[in-house]
């Protein structure tokens, strides 16, 4: 069975850089694009970005600028790092494996509240 | 980037049908699959139907999705609807780059 499990703080200050990892089990990371999803209070689904097995990555246009992800294989874990947030950033992050590129999450993690306020 | 346009709220009657639309500002419905999750409050969104019209197992088959290149629009349809279906639907798909969300639905069974 494959589990996700997002971690982090809680607690970000503005302008401060927001920095969460997704630690896998039950599988490898072989083959599979892992990303990042928020949900702010209240509000729809946004897709963040992946990172491929290889290394690869993709983000939201909108967020390119401020997002870096990682991976480290040894660990079965990936990671996210969004900088410069603000209260707008201020949502329930996920991590989500898919398969192939456009198609279904089929594995979410239990989602992270991050609160971005000084 | 094309957006994925949803009803805010549907509401229905249980034992009756709802169906949920979801519409493509630019490029084709059909150049990119069309999936759709059901979130409940306090959790994940769950995956009902992938690749256009194509159910996963355990998920029941009330539940039913379909494309429309006339009105470059995909639908989800749930049957037989239960109170336990009062949920948040979004709708997602891509354009070779990027993932995309719908703004998502309210379903009300009431």
């Known amino acids: 069975q494959v589990q996700l499990q997002e971690s982090g703080p809680g607690l970000v200050k503005p302008s401060e850089t927001l920095s969460l990892t997704c630690t896998v089990s039950?599988?490898?990371?072989?083959?599979?694009?892992w990303n990042w999803i928020r949900q702010p209070p209240g509000k729809g689904l946004e897709w963040i970005g992946y990172i491929y097995h290889s290394g690869s990555t993709n983000y939201n246009p909108s967020l390119k600028s401020r997002v870096t992800m990682s991976l480290d294989t040894s660990k079965n874990q990936f990671s996210l790092r969004l900088s410069s947030v603000t209260a707008a950033d201020t949502a329930v992050y996920y991590c989500a494996r898919a398969a192939y590129f456009g198609e279904l999450f089929d594995y979410w993690g239990q989602g992270t509240l991050v609160t971005v306020s000084s | 980037n094309f957006m994925l346009t949803q009803p805010h709220s549907v509401s229905e009657s249980p034992g009756k049908t709802a169906t949920i639309s979801c519409t493509r500002s630019s490029g084709s419905i059909a150049s990119n699959y069309v999936q759709w999750y059901q979130q409940r409050p306090g959790s994940s969104p769950r995956v009902m139907i992938y690749?256009?019209?194509?159910?996963p197992s355990g998920v029941p088959d009330r539940f039913s999705g379909s494309i429309d290149s006339s009105s470059n629009s995909a639908s989800l349809s749930i049957s037989g609807l239960k109170t336990e279906d009062e949920a948040d639907y979004y709708c997602q798909s891509s354009d070779g780059s990027n993932w995309v969300f719908g703004g998502g639905t309210r379903l009300t069974v009431l």
């Open positions: 690749e256009d019209d194509q159910r």
């Open positions: 039950g599988d490898s990371f072989s083959s599979y694009y």
